[in-house]
């Protein structure tokens, strides 16, 4: 941790996920950064490595997954990179929630949980990368 950026490097492993919740609230914390969204946050960033680490490696081993989160401008910004196949989660239909819990697709909650809690996101690729990018106002919307 240096100023006002967070960096990572976070391997391919669940297990990983509780260091990284723990880093970015001492981040935060430094920056006073309200708890309410610290807590948002954390949850798109989790929402998004989770997705990375459990479908973005079907060859195993061991990867590592970049991480860099910003304070700046009274926001938060995370950029996500890894070398798992390539996936723009972007394109992807939103989900059906109004649809019978039944009948809906399986998938994609995720990134529309991600959508709704970022003011902005974006995807790219990049050099062999998959770059996903999201950014929250500090005390912005509830949702």
Same mark, same amino acid.
């Given at each position: 941790m240096a100023g006002d950026l967070l960096e990572l490097k976070v391997a391919n492993d669940l297990a990983t996920l509780p260091r990284v919740a723990t880093d970015l609230e001492a981040f935060c914390s430094r920056h006073g950064v309200p708890y309410r969204d610290v807590n948002r946050f954390n949850l798109a960033l989790e929402e998004v490595l989770t997705n990375v680490i459990a479908y973005g490696f079907p060859d195993g081993g061991r990867h590592e997954i970049d991480v860099a989160v910003s304070h700046r401008d009274g926001a938060l910004q995370a950029t996500v990179s890894d070398d798992g196949v390539p996936f723009d989660p972007l394109?992807?239909?939103?989900?059906? &929630?109004?649809?019978?819990?039944?009948? !809906?697709?399986?998938? +994609?909650?995720?990134?529309?949980?991600? /959508?709704? &809690?970022?003011?902005?996101?974006?995807? !790219?690729?990049?050099? +062999?990368?998959?770059?996903?990018?999201? /950014?929250?106002?500090i005390g912005g919307r509830q949702s």
């Amino acid at each position: 941790m240096a100023g006002d950026l967070l960096e990572l490097k976070v391997a391919n492993d669940l297990a990983t996920l509780p260091r990284v919740a723990t880093d970015l609230e001492a981040f935060c914390s430094r920056h006073g950064v309200p708890y309410r969204d610290v807590n948002r946050f954390n949850l798109a960033l989790e929402e998004v490595l989770t997705n990375v680490i459990a479908y973005g490696f079907p060859d195993g081993g061991r990867h590592e997954i970049d991480v860099a989160v910003s304070h700046r401008d009274g926001a938060l910004q995370a950029t996500v990179s890894d070398d798992g196949v390539p996936f723009d989660p972007l394109g992807q239909p939103a989900p059906d &929630l109004g649809a019978p819990v039944e009948q !809906r697709a399986v998938g +994609g909650l995720g990134i529309h949980l991600v /959508r709704e &809690l970022s003011e902005a996101i974006d995807y !790219r690729r990049d050099a +062999g990368r998959n770059v996903l990018t999201f /950014r929250l106002r500090i005390g912005g919307r509830q949702s």
